[in-house]
């Protein structure tokens, strides 16, 4: 999968590794204010609130 | 081994006798081909570093974020506040001609109660630090308030500077934490409530820790009931132990003065008195 992916970018191998850290932000990004967010009301119950 | 087996770079065109060591020793290497076996174990990587990431973020990197842009949009909530203030005073200049002395205090004006998710205050906790200022909103959901906000108020109990019970709750962990240093109130420490009025300083008096059942804990007077509210308290709870459903903690304050914006910042936000 990940040798599949390094063989489809184009460009010396610099280049690759560029395109991979802007991807790996990218997809840090999404995880940390898309994904993680929305799965943390679904797995972590906190409760602060009597009632 | 055999040609179709090698990479892209050693194909028929390629110099095989230019550099025959180095060459063939790569030729030979056959091509990896993605196996069923091979894929699903880089996705259960995957899976593992995801979740790795995830306890990173529950526990460190989202408070780093949540927190800041808390305080960020606490501080601009205070400065569109005092800009609307100063464009009204300019507007209209006051009855009174000579500026209040600093730490005047006065009757607290009192707001209406909040519609749910409606900021109304700001708090500040000089014990926390300079910084420490979270927007108050309406209400203690946590998708509508607790989480999107940080500190809701319990509708029903009363607002800033009323007789009786002005009731919060935040997050103790995670969310930016508004309220994770609680425990570390020290008896007399100021807890500053911001509103477009002015600043209600409230006095830390004590903790407690209750099952989370104890909503008699919001009372006008706490925890006692059937009896008329007697005094202006601040109630704020949050989950204890850190991390856990189990139990509440509670922190009770009293009302100490309110000084309204025409005086300026009251000391008790400098941590000093």
Same mark, same amino acid.
């Given at each position: 999968?990940?040798?599949?992916?390094?063989?489809?970018?184009?460009?010396?191998?610099?280049?690759?590794?560029?395109?991979?850290?802007?991807?790996?932000?990218?997809?840090?990004?999404?995880?940390?204010?898309?994904?993680?967010?929305?799965?943390?009301?679904?797995?972590?119950?906190?409760?602060?609130?009597?009632? | 081994?055999?040609?179709?087996? *090698? /990479?892209?770079? !050693?194909?028929? @065109?390629?110099?095989?006798?230019?550099?025959?060591?180095?060459?063939? %020793?790569? &030729?030979?290497?056959?091509?990896?081909?993605?196996?069923?076996?091979?894929?699903?174990?880089?996705?259960?990587?995957?899976?593992?570093?995801?979740?790795?990431?995830?306890?990173?973020?529950?526990?460190?990197?989202?408070?780093?974020?949540?927190?800041?842009?808390?305080?960020?949009?606490?501080?601009?909530?205070?400065?569109?506040?005092?800009?609307?203030?100063?464009?009204?005073?300019?507007?209209?200049?006051?009855? *009174? /001609?000579?500026? !209040?002395?600093? @730490?005047?205090?006065?009757?607290?004006?009192?707001?209406?109660?909040? %519609?749910? &998710?409606?900021?109304?205050?700001?708090?500040?906790?000089?014990?926390?630090?300079?910084?420490?200022?979270?927007?108050?909103?309406?209400?203690?959901?946590?998708?509508?308030?607790?989480?999107?906000?940080?500190?809701?108020?319990?509708?029903?109990?009363?607002?800033?500077?009323?007789?009786?019970?002005?009731?919060?709750?935040?997050?103790?962990?995670?969310?930016?934490?508004?309220?994770?240093?609680?425990?570390?109130?020290?008896?007399?420490? !100021?807890?500053?409530?911001?509103?477009?009025?002015?600043?209600?300083?409230?006095?830390?008096?004590?903790?407690?820790?209750?099952?989370?059942?104890?909503?008699?804990?919001?009372?006008?007077?706490?925890?006692?009931?059937?009896?008329?509210?007697?005094?202006?308290?601040?109630?704020?709870?949050?989950?204890?132990?850190?991390?856990?459903?189990?139990?509440?903690?509670?922190?009770?304050?009293?009302?100490?003065?309110?000084?309204?914006?025409?005086?300026?910042?009251?000391?008790?936000?400098?941590?000093?008195?």
């Amino acid at each position: 999968m990940y040798a599949a992916l390094w063989r489809i970018l184009p460009g010396p191998w610099w280049v690759r590794v560029l395109i991979l850290v802007i991807l790996a932000a990218a997809v840090l990004y999404g995880l940390f204010f898309y994904a993680f967010p929305w799965i943390s009301e679904i797995v972590n119950p906190q409760e602060v609130t009597v009632q | 081994m055999d040609d179709a087996a *090698t /990479p892209e770079g !050693a194909g028929p @065109d390629a110099p095989e006798s230019g550099a025959p060591k180095r060459r063939s %020793a790569r &030729a030979t290497k056959p091509r990896r081909r993605a196996s069923v076996i091979g894929v699903l174990g880089e996705l259960l990587l995957t899976a593992g570093v995801v979740m790795l990431l995830y306890v990173g973020w529950q526990l460190w990197i989202g408070d780093v974020i949540y927190g800041a842009e808390r305080s960020a949009q606490a501080q601009e909530q205070s400065e569109q506040w005092q800009q609307q203030y100063e464009e009204q005073a300019a507007a209209s200049p006051p009855m *009174t /001609p000579a500026p !209040a002395p600093a @730490d005047t205090t006065a009757d607290p004006v009192i707001l209406p109660e909040p %519609a749910d &998710a409606e900021i109304f205050g700001i708090m500040h906790i000089p014990r926390f630090g300079p910084d420490y200022q979270v927007n108050i909103a309406g209400g203690i959901t946590r998708p509508r308030t607790l989480d999107p906000i940080g500190i809701g108020h319990y509708p029903g109990t009363q607002m800033p500077g009323e007789m009786g019970n002005f009731a919060l709750a935040a997050h103790r962990t995670t969310w930016g934490k508004p309220f994770n240093r609680i425990a570390d109130l020290h008896v007399g420490d !100021a807890i500053v409530i911001e509103t477009p009025d002015g600043w209600y300083t409230y006095r830390f008096r004590t903790l407690e820790y209750v099952k989370p059942s104890a909503v008699d804990v919001l009372l006008p007077v706490p925890q006692a009931t059937d009896v008329a509210a007697n005094g202006r308290y601040l109630t704020m709870t949050s989950c204890s132990p850190m991390y856990s459903l189990a139990e509440r903690i509670v922190a009770y304050s009293i009302f100490d003065s309110f000084t309204p914006r025409s005086a300026g910042a009251p000391s008790s936000l400098n941590g000093t008195a």
